[in-house]
């Protein structure tokens, strides 16, 4: 199976802020990789597939980059909205598997 | 913005199986496949298989081969994910999730979620 690392594991930043998640995978996944965030209580919401891609509807502050085996998430100014866990998925061989996660608290 | 339903909690004893059911928002059930996937108290998410509601083909991850089913209804636009042989292990939060059909299977939209309690 496709191990997923993130790192780090957990983030405190504050409003405004830039911060950059990173997702790497045990092989080569192409570019077949989704981040999703996840609020306490919540359902997971898509933010990026095909490493790249916007979902429609998600702020233009997240992006993300990556091919390969490196991937990064990042969200350019940071809003109180943002705190939770965010996840990178891939979607290259099965089993598709998930990162750990990462906690981003806003301070 | 697709919706997906689930049906309730359960709690299930050692050894029997369990049935959560998924129904997709619209009126079709072509262009998308029904993903399954659980995280557990304090790990983290797992996928555990599609189904191609459209066709009923379904793809399982090897881990769960054998024990588990992933059917649809047509007539009341349903989907079902029934696990068997239940342990332990096995309680979790179980979401459905929709997401395109074809090559490019990433996850779009997901369900409220289903929690399956086994405990004897």
């Known amino acids: 199976d496709i191990q997923l690392t993130q790192s780090p594991s957990t983030l405190s930043a504050s409003v405004t802020d830039r911060v950059t998640i990173t997702c790497r995978a045990s092989q080569r996944i192409s570019n077949r990789l989704a981040w999703f965030q996840k609020r306490p209580g919540k359902s997971p919401q898509l933010l990026i597939h095909t490493a790249s891609r916007l979902e429609s509807g998600v702020p233009s502050r997240f992006s993300a980059t990556g091919s390969g085996t490196e991937f990064n998430l990042s969200i350019s100014s940071l809003q109180p909205d943002d705190f939770g866990t965010y996840f990178c998925q891939h979607y290259y061989t099965y089993p598709y598997t998930f990162g750990q996660g990462t906690e981003l608290e806003i301070k | 913005q697709v919706q997906l339903v689930q049906s309730g909690a359960e709690v299930k004893r050692p050894g029997a199986s369990v049935t959560v059911s998924c129904k997709p928002s619209?009126?079709?059930?072509?262009?998308?496949?029904i993903h399954w996937v659980r995280q557990a108290p304090g790990q983290g998410l797992e996928w555990m298989g599609w189904l191609n509601p459209n066709s009923a083909v379904t793809h399982y991850s090897q881990k769960f081969q054998g024990r588990l089913t992933m059917t649809r209804d047509t007539s009341i636009r349903t989907t079902h994910m029934e696990l068997s042989r239940l342990t332990s292990d096995d309680t979790a939060l179980y979401y459905c999730?929709?997401?395109?059909?074809?090559?490019?299977?990433?996850?779009?939209?997901w369900g409220q979620g289903t929690q399956v309690t086994v405990s004897s």
């Open positions: 619209g009126n079709t059930f072509s262009g998308f496949y």
């Open positions: 999730a929709r997401g395109p059909a074809g090559w490019l299977q990433f996850i779009d939209s």
